[in-house]
Structure formats: C-alpha cells, structure tokens
C-alpha cells in the first residue's frame, strides 16, 4: 500500500524551484530597473528576459526532474 502523504516532489526539486522563483523575481526586477522610456535599454530588452527565460527554464527542470536523482 502507498503512503499517501508523501509529497509530490523532493527536496531538491523544492530548492530548484525556488531558484527558479528567485532568477524570476531578478529578471523583472532588472527589466524595471532600466531607465530608458518604456524600458527599451539594453537592461529591459535583453539582460532581464534573458534572466527571466532562465528561470523558467529551471522552473521546467524542477518540476520535471524525478525526485530522488
């Protein structure tokens, strides 16, 4: 019989997700940190999604990695 409290996810992929929550948080926080108009810098264009696309990218990984790996 399987133990129903046991939680969908390992302890590593709850750390991966909350690096992925932090790289999300960084991302924005650095698109709106630009300070051309309408944040059309270098900062808001292309260092901030960049930073953004990366979290969820580890984001994807945390929740598809096999808990226990």
Known sequence: M?????????????LLMLAGIAFLIIGFIIMSADNEPFGFGTLGLTIGPMIVLAGFGVQFFAILRKPGN
Request: glycine share 8%.
């Open 2 to 14: 399987e133990n129903k409290n046991k939680l969908a996810f390992g302890k590593q992929n709850y």
